[in-house]
């Protein structure tokens, strides 16, 4: 038997610079560019997916990464599924930090944020969520 998927990360372009209030975390300045958010779900994985996918009007802003895509200007353009931990994925990711703690409300392993900014998006950056 295959081991479950334990995580996913969301490849998202932000078109333009924002400030952003992510609930009760407070308001970030968000450059333009590309972002990886790192996320999990013990169960129902892809229903955890196609609730990131679904438009913002569809769904309670709950989860940091809720704010975020609700946004105008930000758009997923991939996702990623992984066998591997959310925090061990997420080290892997790179990145910088521009909003300590985003995502990261229970994690115990010190990332200090599950969202990472990869930088700008080039020219020719397109996917497909």
Same mark, same amino acid.
């Given at each position: 038997?295959?081991?479950?998927?334990?995580?996913?990360?969301?490849?998202?372009?932000?078109?333009?610079?924002?400030?952003?209030?992510?609930?009760?975390?407070?308001t970030?300045?968000?450059?333009a560019?590309?972002?990886?958010?790192?996320?999990?779900?013990?169960?129902?994985?892809?229903?955890?997916?196609?609730?990131?996918?679904?438009?913002?009007?569809?769904?309670?802003?709950?989860? $940091?990464?809720?704010?975020?895509?609700? $946004?105008?200007?930000a758009?997923?353009?991939?996702?990623?599924?992984?066998?591997l931990?959310?925090?061990?994925?997420?080290?892997r990711a790179?990145?910088?930090?521009?909003?300590?703690?985003?995502?990261?409300?229970?994690?115990?392993a010190?990332?200090g944020s $599950?969202?990472?900014?990869?930088?700008?998006?080039?020219?020719?950056?397109?996917?497909?969520?």
């Amino acid at each position: 038997m295959n081991p479950p998927r334990l995580s996913y990360q969301l490849l998202i372009e932000l078109a333009r610079p924002a400030r952003i209030r992510v609930g009760a975390l407070g308001t970030f300045d968000f450059p333009a560019g590309r972002y990886v958010y790192t996320g999990s779900a013990r169960r129902g994985l892809e229903a955890r997916i196609a609730r990131h996918l679904a438009p913002a009007t569809a769904k309670r802003l709950r989860w $940091h990464i809720d704010w975020l895509l609700a $946004h105008p200007a930000a758009r997923i353009v991939r996702v990623r599924r992984s066998r591997l931990a959310e925090c061990a994925l997420n080290r892997r990711a790179g990145g910088a930090v521009v909003a300590p703690g985003f995502g990261a409300s229970d994690c115990r392993a010190g990332c200090g944020s $599950h969202l990472r900014y990869l930088g700008p998006a080039g020219p020719c950056s397109q996917g497909t969520r």
